[in-house]
């Protein structure tokens, strides 16, 4: 599988850093499926340890200049021209995707050691592993301590802010100042560092986020007597999205895999059939977690799955509008259910990513077909439907770059690499990233900085504000991502 997705150029010169890769190929028509013959790497391993490079090395200029020394605070832009940085810190998402960033370059170094590369990973590993423990120690700056009505209980809950204090666990986490899916990324991180180190209080953070945040899933019942289903935003919204459900799906995979041949138990609280009475009972964790991961990929499939084969936003139409209800059942006051009427908003690229990557895991663990072909759909549709070839350069495939879309296309991009244990041929799609990051590496390196838009370069950021941190750490995940998956190869 050395193919390539392009439909016009016969002959294409890519110039990297240290090695030049002839790409060539030809397509009949532009209309033509959008892999086509015509790539060939001459040397995987050299072109994935260079990969690696790049990856630590937008780390390493990231932490630099996007974070002080001593109490790690992030700050959201750095401007390579003007050598400014912004007063805005990074939110805890942001602050997150350095973690992300760390553990796919540690992912990366295990393979490029099973490839003989020993060099690699006798220099860095533990030096990364070292600065992972020093993320999480100091992301303790974006955690709070509140009270929750939920569904079922009334509990108190320490969890992370969307915004960071100035002393460690005094955040505010209160209404909609903490979302669900912050939590969520952060339990993939923890699992992925858990995979990585073995430390168990990895497993012990995310095990009590996911507790947390399936505390939000909507246990009341519909007039057939059905659970709602779905996870809000955060405690402080009604509205359900693709972003505070879909995350979630691997990470209880794995959860049930760390648990499968274990007998742990896990309290399940939920809603007799009487529609009214809270209950509570012990199952074990293997079970438990594989039953939510199935429950919120058919909530999310069922709901948001669009026209086009991709997933939209979030399910809206709230009614009567979208303010947090509550009812009181014998004297105890609990969160009710806000009925929701349409799935509105846009379809991003990490909606699509996490249910891909939920679907080849649903797959590994229950060899369910319907996973298989989900997954295999949705990959097709969703090159299709977020990719357009030649419109910043002729022959590269573009991707969305407003807003916070360059961190939700990594998403993306991890769940292709994923996915082509389902079929090979999806991680052609992996390719038109690895062009656009090396055409961007080559043409806009700034002092070691990318811009938001590879292929068309800094254009007004020289002036403004620059580029996020969280798109630096993106750009270092898709690199390590790219480095892993060529090792893979070999």
């Given at each position: 599988m050395?193919?390539?997705?392009?439909?016009?150029y016969c002959?294409i010169?890519?110039?990297l850093v240290s090695?030049?890769?002839?790409l060539?190929?030809?397509?009949?028509?532009?209309?033509?499926?959008?892999v086509?013959?015509g790539?060939?790497?001459?040397?995987?391993?050299?072109?994935?340890?260079?990969?690696?490079e790049?990856a630590m090395?937008l780390?390493?200029?990231t932490?630099?200049?996007?974070?002080e020394?001593?109490?790690?605070?992030m700050?959201?832009?750095?401007?390579?021209?003007?050598?400014i940085?912004?007063?805005e810190?990074g939110?805890?998402?942001?602050?997150t995707?350095?973690?992300?960033?760390?553990?796919?370059?540690?992912?990366a170094?295990?393979?490029?050691?099973?490839?003989?590369?020993?060099?690699?990973y006798?220099?860095h590993y533990e030096r990364y592993v070292?600065?992972?423990?020093?993320?999480y120690?100091?992301?303790?700056?974006?955690?709070g301590?509140?009270?929750?009505?939920?569904?079922?209980q009334t509990?108190e809950w320490?969890v992370?802010?969307?915004?960071?204090?100035n002393e460690?666990?005094?955040?505010?986490?209160?209404g909609?100042?903490?979302v669900?899916?912050?939590q969520m990324?952060?339990i993939?991180?923890?699992?992925?560092?858990?995979?990585?180190t073995g430390k168990?209080?990895?497993?012990d953070?995310a095990e009590?986020?996911?507790?947390y945040v399936?505390d939000?899933?909507?246990?009341?019942?519909?007039e057939?007597?059905?659970e709602n289903?779905g996870i809000?935003?955060g405690?402080?919204?009604?509205t359900k999205?693709a972003?505070?459900?879909g995350?979630?799906?691997?990470?209880?995979?794995?959860?049930?895999?760390?648990?499968?041949?274990?007998?742990d138990?896990?309290e399940?609280?939920?809603?007799?059939?009487d529609?009214k009475?809270r209950?509570?009972?012990q199952r074990e964790?293997?079970q438990?977690?594989?039953d939510y991961?199935?429950s919120?990929?058919e909530?999310?499939?069922?709901?948001?799955?669009?026209?086009?084969?991709v997933y939209?936003?979030m399910?809206g139409?709230?009614l009567?509008?979208c303010?947090?209800?509550y009812?009181?059942v014998?004297g105890?006051?609990?969160?009710a259910?806000t009925?929701l009427t349409?799935?509105?908003?846009?379809a991003?690229?990490y909606?699509?990513?996490?249910?891909?990557?939920?679907?080849?895991?649903?797959y590994?663990?229950t060899?369910e077909?319907?996973?298989?072909?989900d997954?295999?759909?949705?990959a097709?549709?969703s090159f299709?439907?977020f990719?357009?070839l030649?419109?910043?350069?002729p022959?590269?495939?573009?991707?969305?770059t407003?807003?916070f879309?360059?961190?939700f296309?990594?998403?993306l991009?991890?769940?292709?690499?994923?996915?082509t244990v389902l079929?090979?041929d999806i991680?052609?799609?992996l390719?038109?990233f690895?062009?656009?990051l090396?055409?961007g590496?080559?043409?806009?390196?700034?002092?070691g900085f990318?811009?938001?838009?590879?292929l068309k370069?800094?254009t007004e950021?020289?002036?403004?504000?620059g580029?996020e941190?969280m798109?630096m750490f993106a750009?270092?995940?898709?690199?390590?991502?790219l480095?892993?998956?060529?090792?893979k190869e070999?």
């Amino acid at each position: 599988m050395k193919r390539f997705i392009f439909a016009v150029y016969c002959t294409i010169l890519l110039s990297l850093v240290s090695t030049t890769v002839v790409l060539s190929g030809c397509a009949s028509s532009p209309s033509s499926s959008p892999v086509e013959e015509g790539l060939a790497e001459d040397d995987p391993k050299l072109l994935a340890t260079q990969n690696v490079e790049h990856a630590m090395h937008l780390i390493d200029i990231t932490i630099a200049h996007y974070f002080e020394p001593e109490t790690f605070e992030m700050h959201r832009f750095y401007n390579p021209f003007t050598k400014i940085k912004s007063d805005e810190r990074g939110s805890v998402w942001m602050y997150t995707a350095g973690i992300e960033a760390v553990n796919a370059v540690l992912f990366a170094l295990e393979k490029a050691k099973e490839a003989g590369e020993n060099s690699l990973y006798s220099n860095h590993y533990e030096r990364y592993v070292q600065l992972l423990d020093k993320l999480y120690a100091n992301a303790d700056y974006y955690l709070g301590t509140f009270k929750l009505v939920s569904y079922t209980q009334t509990k108190e809950w320490s969890v992370y802010a969307v915004n960071r204090a100035n002393e460690k666990g005094q955040a505010n986490v209160t209404g909609v100042l903490n979302v669900y899916d912050d939590q969520m990324w952060l339990i993939r991180e923890l699992l992925d560092s858990y995979k990585l180190t073995g430390k168990t209080d990895y497993l012990d953070k995310a095990e009590y986020l996911t507790a947390y945040v399936l505390d939000g899933w909507d246990v009341t019942h519909d007039e057939a007597g059905k659970e709602n289903g779905g996870i809000p935003w955060g405690p402080g919204y009604t509205t359900k999205h693709a972003c505070s459900n879909g995350p979630l799906i691997s990470p209880l995979v794995w959860l049930h895999e760390i648990y499968k041949d274990k007998s742990d138990k896990v309290e399940h609280r939920y809603i007799d059939k009487d529609g009214k009475t809270r209950r509570s009972e012990q199952r074990e964790k293997r079970q438990y977690y594989l039953d939510y991961a199935r429950s919120i990929y058919e909530w999310q499939k069922r709901n948001l799955l669009n026209a086009n084969g991709v997933y939209t936003d979030m399910m809206g139409g709230c009614l009567p509008n979208c303010d947090v209800r509550y009812e009181e059942v014998d004297g105890v006051q609990y969160r009710a259910n806000t009925p929701l009427t349409e799935a509105v908003g846009e379809a991003y690229t990490y909606n699509s990513g996490t249910m891909l990557s939920g679907a080849v895991d649903l797959y590994r663990i229950t060899s369910e077909d319907k996973y298989a072909r989900d997954g295999r759909e949705l990959a097709k549709n969703s090159f299709t439907h977020f990719s357009s070839l030649g419109k910043d350069l002729p022959a590269y495939y573009s991707f969305e770059t407003e807003g916070f879309r360059n961190w939700f296309n990594g998403i993306l991009l991890r769940s292709y690499h994923e996915a082509t244990v389902l079929d090979s041929d999806i991680g052609d799609y992996l390719t038109a990233f690895q062009r656009n990051l090396d055409y961007g590496f080559e043409h806009f390196n700034q002092d070691g900085f990318l811009p938001t838009n590879l292929l068309k370069g800094w254009t007004e950021e020289k002036a403004g504000q620059g580029v996020e941190g969280m798109f630096m750490f993106a750009y270092a995940a898709q690199y390590a991502i790219l480095a892993r998956h060529q090792l893979k190869e070999i």
